[in-house]
């Protein structure tokens, strides 16, 4: 049986809680826009961090058969903020500071928050 949007983007959010990114939020955004349907939203300490979470988040693509849309970064490093478009999907890796200064959470506080 195919998984869910939902249940892929909870099973990301593990995947991200288990390598020890912080502040883990999943929100569901489907009512209120036309591109996607669910946010996941993590801290991650250093631009290592996020490149080792985007290798797992790589792995788990391969093996649920989705597909990377786009990938952006929001700083020359690296280190601020990783946009993985997976679709219905969409995961921000996310600076302390990045996070304080976008705050997501907030810009789309409309959405269900899931986790």
């Known amino acids: 049986m ?3 949007d939902e249940q ?14 912080t502040d883990l939020v999943v929100l569901n955004i489907s009512g209120l826009n036309s591109w ?4 996941v939203i993590a801290t991650v300490n250093s631009a290592v961090h996020s490149q080792g979470l985007y290798k797992s988040i790589k792995d788990y693509i391969s093996e649920n058969e989705m597909e990377i849309h786009r990938t ?14 997976l ?9 302390q500071e990045a996070r304080a200064f976008y705050e997501l959470e907030k810009l ?8």
């Open 8 to 21: 892929k983007a909870l099973e990301i959010a593990k995947i991200l809680e288990d390598e020890k990114a």
């Open 87 to 95: 679709g219905n999907v969409v995961v921000h890796l996310m600076s």
């Open 108 to 115: 789309w506080h409309a959405g269900v928050k899931l986790m």
């Open 36 to 39: 996607t349907d669910y946010f």
């Open 2 to 4: 195919e998984k869910t």
């Open 72 to 85: 952006v970064r929001k700083s020359p490093q690296g280190d601020d903020w990783n946009l993985i478009d």
